[in-house]
Nanobody, 114 residues
Framework: QVQLVESGGGLVQAGGSLRLSCAAS????????MGWYRQAPGKQRELVAT???????NYADSVKGRFAISRVNAKNTVYLQMNSLKPEDTAVYYC????????WGRGTQVTVSS
């Protein structure tokens, strides 16, 4: 069983930055891809960013140029650097990993005040 634990969320003013971390319980190189998703109150969960085992990245249009996903295999950790945060970025952010099945973390709350 794989465990993913997110951290780094919090309350920040608009224009500020946060860095989220997702620590996996095993070697992340074994995953085909890992990603960050978010879910705002009353909305569906949506893709934020993904990164493959080869390092290819993909971003939602709403975060391009502001967010950056990265991975450090030696630490079994994936990061999401979030800059120029906006109130509409407020959500619970979830980490996931894809191999033969999909794994999810429990999420970390990000709140951006105006």
């Amino acid at each position: 069983q794989v465990q993913l634990v997110e951290s780094g969320g919090g309350l920040v003013q608009a224009g500020g930055s946060l860095r989220l971390s997702c620590a996996a319980s095993r070697n992340i190189f074994s995953f085909n891809a890992m990603g960050w998703y978010r879910q705002a109150p009353g909305k569906q969960r949506e893709l934020v960013a993904t990164i493959t085992s080869g390092g290819m990245t993909n971003y939602a249009d709403s975060v391009k140029g502001r967010f950056a996903i990265s991975r450090v295999n030696a630490k079994n950790t994936v990061y999401l650097q979030m800059n120029s945060l906006k109130p509409e970025d407020t959500a619970v952010y979830y980490c996931n990993a894809v191999q033969t099945q999909l794994y999810w973390g429990r999420g970390t709350q990000v709140t951006v005040s105006s």
